[in-house]
C-alpha cells in the first residue's frame, strides 16, 4: 500500500553534506514511525536515525550532532540532512515505514547509496 523511494545519494568527500530524501507514494498512518537505516557492505543493517508523529527523533550515538531527520506530512517526505560526513558512513541508506503495533505495517524503499571518500 507505501511505496517508498529514496534519492540524494552519491560520491561526497570526508567533511561533507549530503541530503537524503524518502517521497511516500500516499498517506501515511499518523501514529507510524518513519526512520533511517544504512547498510554498510559485510555489515548488519543498522538503525541510523528515527522520527515519531509527534516530531521527536532519536539517532544513533555515531551520527548524533552530525545527521538531522525531519518530515514533511504535507508532502509525505522525509529526509535526513548529512553534514561532517565520514568514510565510515559509506553504505546504502533505506528508507523505512512502521507501526509499533500493527506488524504488518512495514515498508521499506529501494536504498540510495552513500560514498564517503577522497
Known amino acids: 500500500q507505501v511505496q517508498l523511494v529514496e534519492s540524494g545519494g552519491g560520491l561526497v568527500q570526508p567533511g561533507g553534506s549530503l541530503r537524503l530524501s524518502c517521497a511516500a507514494s500516499?498517506?501515511?498512518?499518523?501514529?507510524?514511525?518513519m526512520g533511517w537505516y544504512r547498510q554498510a557492505p559485510g555489515k548488519e543493517r543498522e538503525l541510523v536515525a528515527n522520527?515519531?508523529?509527534?516530531?521527536?527523533?532519536n539517532y544513533a550515538d555515531s551520527v548524533k550532532g552530525r545527521f538531522t531527520i525531519s518530515r514533511d506530512n504535507a508532502k509525505n517526505t522525509m529526509y535526513l540532512q548529512m553534514n561532517s560526513l565520514k568514510p565510515e558512513d559509506t553504505a546504502i541508506y533505506y528508507c523505512?515505514?512502521?507501526?509499533?503495533?500493527?506488524?504488518?505495517?512495514?515498508?521499506w524503499g529501494q536504498g540510495t547509496q552513500v560514498t564517503v571518500s577522497s
Open positions: 523505512n515505514v512502521r507501526h509499533p503495533v500493527i506488524y504488518e505495517y512495514d515498508y
Open positions: 500516499g498517506s501515511i498512518l499518523s501514529t507510524a514511525v
Open positions: 522520527i515519531f508523529s509527534g516530531g521527536s527523533t
